[in-house]
């Protein structure tokens, strides 16, 4: 017997209607299946699911394993990443069946969030030596991963939907960081596999090897793109800060020193970022994230 939370029930059903109910009709045998060809006991999913199933495992060899489920974008892109970093500064992945979108990952312990972590400088310094193993080359054969001129594709979809306007983002920052993106993604270094949302909260603890990346968006681009995530994590944090200026221009410059990036090039994807963030957030939502316009406002006032 597997425990379905109703809140997740229901989420699913609100997100995708009658796919999600036939989808968590078919869950409880599904995970039957997998507890018998991966030869492993499924425990109480995780709390606060949202967009996947989540539960802790062990195999029959008392290995302690993360399986993950769902009707999300994340397949194939997630596993397909997970299979590129092969458990370097990343989760390794175990096994992946792509037909029902199950996968099956190392458990961390004791996973706890990088969050947790009050010296802000040791904060910057974990996640840069996380996105250093992260960053190798990918072959010449490799998956059709999105790059990031795919993701700011979204600066014209907007604009289309507003007819040429810019909606309820303001069109000064929107413009500016439309025309960052474009000119950074044309004149990019060498690119790599990214992360693609590499926050505090996707880098747990790991007691044999340390801090390590967790739920991959899998873009390919230059490396200092993916400086972004972490500067813009999290509002409540940066918004308790006594001087949150201070606290990004640290940030941005440690960052610079330890990465061996160009400083302005950190802030200016920054920025362009932050705005893209609003932009799917307005795509998604269809309302204005007014914590995402606040970190762009705190950027426009350290220029």
Same mark, same amino acid.
């Given at each position: 017997?597997?425990?379905?939370?109703?809140? %997740?029930?229901?989420? =699913?059903?609100?997100?995708?209607? &009658?796919?999600?109910?036939?989808?968590?009709?078919?869950?409880?045998?599904?995970?039957?299946?997998?507890?018998?060809?991966?030869? !492993?006991?499924?425990?109480?999913?995780?709390?606060?699911?949202?967009?996947?199933?989540?539960?802790?495992?062990?195999?029959?060899?008392?290995?302690?394993?993360?399986?993950?489920?769902?009707?999300?974008?994340?397949?194939?892109?997630?596993?397909?990443?997970?299979?590129? %970093?092969?458990?370097?500064?990343?989760?390794?992945?175990?096994?992946?069946?792509?037909?029902? @979108?199950? =996968?099956?990952?190392?458990?961390?312990?004791?996973?706890?969030?990088?969050?947790?972590?009050?010296?802000? &400088?040791?904060?910057?310094?974990?996640?840069? /030596?996380? =996105?250093?193993?992260?960053?190798?080359?990918?072959?010449?054969?490799?998956?059709? +991963?999105?790059?990031? !001129?795919?993701?700011?594709?979204? +600066?014209?979809?907007?604009?289309?939907?507003?007819?040429?306007?810019?909606?309820?983002?303001?069109?000064?920052?929107?413009?500016?960081? &439309?025309?960052?993106?474009?000119?950074?993604?044309?004149?990019?270094?060498?690119?790599?596999?990214?992360?693609?949302?590499?926050?505090?909260?996707? !880098?747990l603890l790991d007691e044999y090897e340390g801090?390590?990346a967790v739920d991959p968006k899998g873009v390919?681009?230059?490396?200092?793109?993916?400086?972004?995530?972490?500067?813009?994590?999290?509002?409540?944090? !940066?918004?308790?800060?006594?001087?949150?200026?201070?606290?990004?221009?640290?940030?941005?410059?440690? =960052?610079?020193? /330890?990465?061996? %990036?160009?400083?302005?090039?950190?802030?200016?994807?920054? +920025?362009?970022?932050?705005?893209?963030?609003?932009?799917?957030?307005?795509?998604?939502?269809?309302?204005? @994230?007014?914590?995402?316009?606040? %970190?762009?406002?705190?950027?426009?006032?350290?220029?």
């Open positions: 017997m597997f425990t379905i939370p109703d809140n %997740f029930a229901q989420f =699913m059903i609100k997100q995708f209607g &009658e796919e999600g109910r036939v989808w968590l009709d078919q869950l409880p045998e599904r995970l039957a299946s997998y507890e018998e060809r991966w030869s !492993i006991k499924i425990g109480e999913p995780v709390q606060n699911l949202s967009f996947n199933y989540v539960a802790p495992a062990v195999g029959v060899d008392g290995r302690k394993v993360m399986l993950k489920t769902g009707l999300t974008d994340e397949f194939p892109i997630q596993p397909e990443a997970l299979r590129h %970093f092969d458990g370097y500064g990343a989760v390794k992945m175990l096994a992946y069946d792509e037909a029902n @979108e199950v =996968m099956l990952m190392e458990l961390l312990a004791p996973g706890t969030s990088l969050r947790v972590v009050e010296n802000d &400088e040791a904060v910057i310094t974990a996640a840069t /030596e996380v =996105m250093r193993k992260l960053w190798r080359s990918l072959p010449e054969q490799h998956y059709p +991963f999105p790059t990031i !001129i795919d993701w700011g594709k979204s +600066f014209a979809e907007l604009r289309q939907q507003y007819n040429g306007g810019t909606g309820p983002i303001p069109a000064v920052d929107f413009d500016r960081a &439309e025309k960052l993106y474009e000119e950074l993604s044309a004149s990019m270094g060498e690119q790599v596999l990214l992360h693609g949302d590499l926050h505090h909260d996707n !880098i801090w390590r390919i681009g230059e490396r200092v793109y993916e400086t972004g995530a972490i500067l813009r994590n999290f509002w409540p944090d !940066i918004l308790s800060n006594p001087d949150p200026r201070a606290l990004t221009r640290r940030r941005i410059d440690q =960052m610079s020193e /330890e990465l061996g %990036f160009d400083r302005e090039r950190i802030y200016n994807w920054a +920025f362009a970022q932050a705005v893209l963030s609003v932009v799917w957030s307005v795509e998604d939502r269809g309302q204005l @994230e007014y914590e995402g316009l606040y %970190f762009v406002n705190l950027l426009n006032s350290i220029r």
